[in-house]
């Protein structure tokens, strides 16, 4: 996939589980769900992050702390 090269529906279904990815993140971070429940659940986050970077990054050039939990969760997997 090139997340450089993503139609407006295709970018708007990545912004949601980008969404997601976040809430379920910022949970772990606060210890209400267990990161090794997260790793069982969706064991594909690194890969997630690492193919859509550059998706993240130009977000990050208006939103700086964007999927800021989501790479701190990714950095955390095995």
């Known amino acids: 996939m090139d997340a450089t090269a993503l139609t407006g529906d295709d970018e708007e279904a990545l912004e949601d589980l980008l ?34 970077q550059p998706f993240i990054d130009r977000r990050r050039l208006t939103q700086p702390s964007y999927a800021r939990h989501t790479i701190a969760l990714a950095g955390r997997y095995p």
Do not use: H, N, T, Y
Request: glycine fraction near 2%; include cysteine; charge should be neutral.
């Open 19 to 52: 969404q997601k990815l976040e809430l379920v993140a910022l949970l772990v971070r606060r210890g209400l769900v267990q990161c090794d429940d997260v790793v069982d659940l969706f064991p594909s986050v690194p890969l997630i992050i690492a193919k859509v």
